[in-house]
């Protein structure tokens, strides 16, 4: 049940086929992928590595980048990726919760993150750069590779990433190996996923979107992947007519649809366009359709289960709406005392199936929070239509999402409470025509706090760019109910063209 196994499997035999190519960069094969990958197990062994052992993994996206996991995952090791956004003071947090063994970090960083290491007690401290070197690749020139691929069972942990929490502290959710092939089995049937597919591969790959969705259904096909630093319009242009599936955030079609360029030629060999880790604007699926002619197949999902619900590939795909719950997923919607929701009413959606995850890691207590009688508790707010399609309408949970990435409010808000001359703060999102959401601070503070520019200076050093308020204001105070709980929902309506054209 070891996932790398099942990936090694699908590419017996077309070991000469190209796996992965990146512009600029070159191509490779799948025996090239493979070949790394064995040697690269043997680097993370002899540091120590042993199967369960986690590895902390905070690098740029690259070929190299994908070997290791596909390494780690050999091994029967963890692993676990951090955005490459946060700051040391957010990564010294996962490391004392996560005891890794080894922790992979841009060359840049190394002198840094090595006095982290050596006061954490981390076994190694490698590097790996957006180019491929590093002290990792130097070592990998050396591997006589490793042992055979570890023997894995289903509920064997093969991925920690780490999601937001209310509480202002992220949360490990522990993904098994049965976990991962379960979601990408069912997302391989329903998306027809074909061996003559190229899939342009956009996205990062420190989270659920590009790391397991898009990955897993190439590598298990397997199908030619097109493999781009990050998203860039211009590069994206460039290689779309190679390619037949995209997957992508809403931003990455708002901004492709922003440049005349992006017409019906330039798709003409497209197969799919698929959107998630934001809502999809029906105003973005209309001008799509009408520009291109084709429909953006929209789905949802989460980090603690993988995909949830898709829209169909073969029937109609509805704006606004993430579809039916996956094959072997069932849902139900319930108040917030558990009680049924009737068909047509909004509930907190509820979910089960063999995608979703064990647990937060080393956080029991929480974990029992969020399950009733076996079924995940999402915390978001649903509809389900006669015919079963699923309209998530809000999130229960105070979450903010920009450009598919998620942040919660409360981590922001303790970080400008505790600046000078600040008394309180709120934090919320507001519509961004770039980016869904923006996310934007009101603080109620004395005559002498520092200032907008100041206060987004102080918060790049404690936090990750992409969780730094746009826009502070101040304020004279912060609306309340009789319970004395902020009024978040009028802040937003307040400020709703903050950001607008």
């Not at 597919?197 to 199908?223: M, N, R, T, W």
């Not at 990050?230 to 955030?249: H, I, K, N, S, Y």
């Not at 520092?450 to 502070?472: N, T, W």
Request: glycine share 10%; net charge negative; charged share 20%.
């Amino acid at each position: 049940m070891n996932l790398y196994q099942r990936i090694l499997d699908a590419a017996a035999g077309r070991e000469a086929a190209v796996a992965v190519s990146t512009p600029g960069r070159g191509e490779w094969t799948h025996g090239d992928l493979h070949a790394g990958v064995e040697r690269c197990a043997g680097v993370l062994q002899a540091a120590g590595v042993q199967p369960g052992d986690r590895v902390t993994v905070q690098v740029e996206k690259s070929f190299e980048n994908l070997q290791l996991y596909l390494a780690v995952l050999r091994i029967g090791a963890v692993y676990m990726p951090l955005n490459t956004a946060y700051t040391e003071a957010e990564l010294e947090y996962f490391i004392g919760d996560a005891e890794p063994r080894v922790l992979i970090c841009d060359p840049q960083r190394q002198a840094s993150l090595a006095r982290l290491g050596e006061k954490m007690g981390l076994g190694a401290v490698l590097t790996l750069g957006a180019d491929g070197r590093g002290s990792l690749t130097d070592a990998m020139a050396g591997s006589l590779g490793s042992a055979d691929v570890c023997p894995r069972q289903p509920d064997d942990l093969a991925a920690i990433v780490y999601t937001s929490g209310t509480t202002g502290r992220s949360k490990g959710a522990m993904l098994s190996h049965g976990n991962l092939f379960a979601n990408a089995a069912t997302l391989r049937q329903i998306w027809g996923w074909r061996p003559d597919d190229v899939l342009l591969h956009a996205l990062p790959i420190y989270h659920v979107h590009g790391l397991f969705v898009a990955l897993h259904c190439a590598l298990l096909e397997p199908s030619p992947i097109l493999l781009l630093p990050r998203f860039d319009v211009d590069a994206v242009l460039d290689v779309l007519p190679e390619a037949t599936v995209l997957m992508g955030v809403p931003t990455f079609y708002v901004r492709l649809l922003s440049d005349p360029r992006f017409d019906r030629d330039r798709c003409a060999g497209m197969r799919l366009f698929i959107s998630g880790s934001a809502p999809l604007l029906p105003e973005t699926f209309d001008a799509f359709e009408e520009r291109t002619g084709m429909r953006i197949l929209e789905r949802y999902g989460m980090t603690e289960a993988g995909m949830i619900t898709s829209n169909p590939l073969n029937g109609e795909r509805v704006a606004g709406t993430v579809g039916f719950p996956l094959p072997d997923v069932e849902v139900r919607l319930r108040g917030t005392e558990g009680e049924a929701i009737a068909e047509g009413g909004v509930g907190v959606l509820e979910i089960r199936g063999p995608n979703v995850f064990g647990g937060y890691w080393r956080q029991p207590e929480r974990t029992a929070a969020e399950f009733r009688d076996g079924w995940f508790i999402t915390g978001d707010l649903a509809e389900r239509a006669s015919d079963g399609r699923i309209s998530i309408v809000g999130r229960h949970k105070d979450l903010i999402i920009s450009g598919g990435l998620n942040i919660y409010p409360r981590e922001i808000e303790a970080e400008l409470n505790a600046l000078p001359g600040i008394e309180e703060s709120a934090v919320i999102g507001v519509p961004h025509t770039d980016f869904g959401e923006a996310v934007m601070a009101l603080v109620v503070a004395a005559d002498a706090w520092a200032g907008e520019a100041a206060v987004i200076a102080s918060l790049k050093q404690r936090l990750a760019g992409f969780k730094v308020p746009r826009k502070v204001l101040r304020v004279e105070s912060l609306p309340r109910n009789a319970m004395g709980k902020v009024q978040k929902n009028l802040l937003r309506e307040a400020h709703l063209a903050t950001f607008a054209d």
